[in-house]
Nanobody, 120 residues
Framework: QVQLVESGGGSVQAGGSLRLSCAASGRTVSGSAMGWFRQPPGREHEFVALITWNGGSTTYADSVKGRFTIFRDNAKNTVYLQMNSLKPEDTAVYYC?????????????WGQGTQVTVST
């Protein structure tokens, strides 16, 4: 079993920054690809970013490219999402997940989510 706990969400004005953290416990996730997804109000889960097990490769949704950065510290069993130049359309519940790719159907472990609200 893997437990994922997100932190770092909150409210920020447009143009601001937040850093989300995802701490894994139980089994290590150091050998797994990890990702961030988000669920805007009234919408389905959507892919945000993915990082390979060693951090050697990252993938981003077009909507966040150039603004968000995913990185990980396997020694701490933690994955991060640095979010800069936030926009109101980034408002969503953000979830950390262990998965193979950008398809949420391939996720086998989800965190509980953390709310990010961006105001104008």
């Amino acid at each position: 079993q893997v437990q994922l706990v997100e932190s770092g969400g909150g409210s920020v004005q447009a143009g601001g920054s937040l850093r989300l953290s995802c701490a894994a416990s139980g089994r290590t996730v150091s050998g797994s690809a990890m990702g961030w997804f988000r669920q805007p109000p009234g919408r389905e889960h959507e892919f945000v970013a993915l990082i390979t097990w060693n951090g050697g490769s990252t993938t981003y949704a077009d909507s966040v490219k150039g603004r968000f950065t995913i990185f990980r510290d396997n020694a701490k069993n933690t994955v991060y999402l640095q979010m800069n130049s936030l926009k109101p359309e980034d408002t969503a519940v953000y979830y950390c997940a262990r998965g193979l790719n950008s398809d949420p159907r391939q996720v086998d472990y989800w965190g509980q989510g953390t709310q990010v609200t961006v105001s104008t």
